[in-house]
């Protein structure tokens, strides 16, 4: 390469770049340390407000940046073209040349790698968030199960122990009115609780768990839900990728039906290129992809679950419809 080449790739660095002499005299600047100081080759390196308040010995060199030995990332105040002190981010390490020490000065806005740090964060919260979320429903939906469903089906036992008693029929009528009722409750209760938590995830796998849901929303939602649905195998997709895939694709058939009022969905699951591909297809009403971004927390949540597993989605939509929803997750960085 030549060395306009290398100069051209410095140049497009996303830190400052400051070369100086022992003597804090700059010899050269990339374009990105020269838009942040405005410092001018031939000029002295100014002294950050650490160097100018510490004290010093009798021969020490004041400024920290060429001392002998290189500094790690540290954070100072310096002065800039604009005669005000900008926080920067710095860290040095040295090089000879021709016979000459030369002091390479990396000088990075704290500001972007605080915004880079409260992104971390951020995704980090929101992880923690929604694995205590599906702690909870799964706890919630073993108690539905578990207790609530139980102690409602020994009530609908001890109900039929008076049926052979009853002479009355309208108290035969009103018994079976009460059967009926109850019998409805624990077929609310168990779709309750298979929507807190869908088991068979975690004991058939991702794609018979969404066959199986898909019986349930046809029913609960009175609409058609065509399938195209690769039988991946359990141990293909790690439990965190099938969970988060699951819950986006419900959410989007919920959303189909309550917002879209849509009456026919698709939902597409394959593998391509050791990738775990969805869609989610319905002939509903469609929105402003744009304008539900920043309003939707729905869709909001759909995005982030993609981003916790390294995944990405697409909204495909206009007001009048159709809406397509499809994403993919790698399955060897989830794996």
């Given at each position: ?21 022992e ?32 004290e ?6 004041r ?35 021709d ?12 500001k ?30 073993m ?16 109900l ?14 009103h ?60 141990n ?31 939902i ?28 939707s ?39």
């Open positions: 390469m030549q060395v306009e080449s290398f100069q051209e790739v410095v140049d497009h660095l996303s830190e400052g770049v400051v070369i100086m002499d003597n804090r005299t700059i010899h050269y600047l990339n374009q990105l340390a020269d838009k942040m100081t405005r410092w001018q080759v031939g000029e002295k390196v100014p002294y950050c407000s650490y160097c100018q308040l510490r010093v010995a009798p021969g020490e060199e400024c920290l940046l060429v001392r002998e030995e290189t500094l790690p990332v540290f954070q100072a105040h310096m002065p800039t073209y604009k005669g005000l002190k900008e926080s920067f981010q710095m860290s040095t390490s040295s090089i000879v040349l016979g000459h020490k030369y002091i390479i000065l990396i000088l990075r806005n704290p972007w790698s605080y915004e880079e740090q409260d992104q971390k964060v951020r995704h980090l919260l929101i992880q923690e968030t929604m694995k205590a979320e599906e702690s909870e429903r799964k706890r919630i939906a108690e539905l199960h578990d207790h609530i469903g139980q102690s409602i089906y020994s009530v609908f036992l001890g039929q122990t008076f049926k052979h008693s009853l002479r009355d029929e309208k108290y035969k009528n018994l079976v009115n009460m059967e009926n009722q109850i019998e409805q409750t624990l077929e609310d209760l168990k779709r309750l609780s298979k929507e807190l938590h869908p088991s068979t995830l975690d004991h058939l796998g991702l794609a018979r768990a969404i066959n199986n849901a898909v019986q349930e929303w046809e029913n609960m939602y009175q609409v058609t839900i065509e399938t195209d649905i690769l039988d991946i195998g359990k293909l997709v790690p439990r965190e990728v099938a969970l988060h895939v699951y819950r986006v694709i419900q959410e989007s058939v919920r959303n189909a039906v309550h917002h879209g009022k849509a009456d026919i969905i698709r597409v699951l394959d593998l391509k290129e050791n990738r775990l591909y969805f869609q989610v297809f319905d002939n509903g009403i469609g929105f402003d992809v744009e304008e539900k971004r920043n309003t927390l729905g869709l909001y949540h759909m995005l982030e679950r993609m981003e916790i597993v390294g995944g990405e989605l697409r909204c495909f939509s206009k007001k009048g419809g159709p809406t397509r929803l499809e994403g993919y997750v790698p399955l060897e960085r989830s794996s």
